[in-house]
């Protein structure tokens, strides 16, 4: 009953590598969304996608990028990783029709990222 | 600039006692409000939200919030905790205008002591 799949659970990487994290959802959702969980800070949008080819900065872009190619898929890309973006990496998507802003998101399992 | 408050880190319960977890907001416009559960280990999960109508709302689990415009407050309540809902506790509120995105209070640890 998996719906929003995240490759990697866990990951680590040396500083300067470049990191992959995949996002696939199996639900048809227009909306995708990317967010870092950290404590005491709650979790903070990095990405979001409203379709297939678009994506939309959040409120901390710094540092990745995204990339969507197909509806059921949205790559999380960490160009140079450092050590500061060590966190928990949430995955969602939500249905756009009708009212998208009532809509729920449906959450990945997560994939926490250590940079050394 | 909108935004959501959870003013308790951390709330401590005894088994079968209520529970209340706070959520303050701050939005222009009408508040879409939500409730998230994060299990150890675990992603988010959906509990209850707010759109529009009746102030209780009832969620999963047994949980409901009540939506206090005067306040701006939608604090999560439970008449009777258990200790499987020790978990992570997230509060979200929409941001208005086009992009319809959900902003998220920092998060309140529930503690339920056997």
């Known amino acids: 009953d998996v719906k929003v799949t995240q490759s990697s659970r866990y990951l680590v990487k040396r500083t300067g590598e470049k990191v992959f994290l995949e996002c696939v959802q199996d639900?048809?959702?227009?909306?995708m969304f990317w967010y870092r969980q950290d404590p005491g800070l709650g979790l903070r949008l990095i990405y979001f996608?409203?379709?297939?080819?678009?994506?939309e900065k959040g409120d901390i872009p710094e540092g990745y990028s995204v990339s969507r190619e197909k509806k059921e898929r949205f790559s999380l890309i960490l160009e140079s990783a450092s050590t500061n973006q060590t966190s928990m990496y949430l995955c969602?998507?939500?249905?756009?029709?009708?009212?998208?802003?009532?809509?729920?998101?449906?959450f990945g399992a997560g994939s926490r990222l250590t940079v050394l | 600039a909108q935004s959501v408050a959870q003013p308790e880190d951390q709330v401590n319960v005894a088994e079968g006692n209520p529970l209340t977890v706070k959520c303050t907001y701050s939005?222009?416009?009408?508040?879409?409000l939500f409730w998230y559960v994060q299990y150890p280990n675990r992603g988010l999960q959906f509990l209850l939200k707010?759109?529009?109508?009746?102030?209780l709302v009832k969620g999963s689990y047994g949980f409901e919030a009540e939506f206090n415009k005067s306040q701006t407050s939608f604090h999560l309540k439970k008449p009777s905790a258990l200790v499987s809902d020790s978990a992570l506790y997230f509060c979200a509120v929409r941001e208005g205008g086009a992009t319809n995105k959900l902003i998220f209070g920092t998060g309140t640890l529930l503690a339920v002591q056997p």
């Open positions: 707010y759109i529009t109508g009746d102030n």
């Open positions: 939005v222009s416009g009408n508040p879409y």
């Open positions: 639900m048809d959702h227009e909306n």
């Open positions: 996608s409203y379709d297939v080819k678009m994506k």
């Open positions: 969602a998507s939500r249905s756009g029709t009708g009212n998208s802003g009532a809509n729920v998101l449906t």
